[in-house]
């Protein structure tokens, strides 16, 4: 085994350096209203012993009212405010968490803005739910921008 460097970053200092680098937006920075968009994505169900899987629906919706500090936001369908989210401030994104009335839970994860398209922040979407009695979640990738 060849001598470690005095130089080389261990796993633990390597994720401590990369942290310094990333700067979370400030509260003022923030965007307070996203309209997310996701055209791909699968959703699995579980039938029958086992899970099968389907392309969805495309999915539009906004996140607005967005209080970085507070934690906060509301998740407005079609115009109409639809849930209440708390955020999951990260390196690099925002969690937006929303429980739904059945204790369901949705995840919506945006990303800092590409600096290859100006605007515009990638996202994944997830849902956990059930249909049935059955499980059911699903996954989208898409986009989000300022409104």
Avoid at 20 to 33: D, G, H, V
Wanted: aromatic content about 8%.
């Amino acid at each position: 085994m060849a001598p470690r460097s005095s130089l080389a970053l261990g796993p633990g200092m390597a994720v401590i350096w990369l942290a310094t680098l990333a700067t979370p937006l400030s509260a003022e920075e923030a965007p307070a209203k996203l309209v997310c968009r996701f055209e791909t994505g699968h959703v699995w169900s579980y039938e029958a012993g086992k899970f099968s899987n389907s392309a969805p629906s495309p999915l539009m919706f906004e996140i607005d009212n967005i209080d970085l500090e507070g934690q906060s936001a509301k998740l407005i369908i079609e115009g109409k405010e639809a849930g209440k989210l708390r955020i999951v401030r990260a390196l690099n994104a925002n969690h937006f968490l929303e429980v739904a009335n059945e204790g369901f839970l949705n995840l919506t994860t945006i990303y800092d803005a590409d600096p290859a398209t100006p605007g515009v922040q990638p996202a994944v979407h997830s849902r956990h739910f059930g249909l049935l009695g059955q499980p059911m979640f699903a996954q989208y990738a898409g986009t989000c921008t300022n409104k």
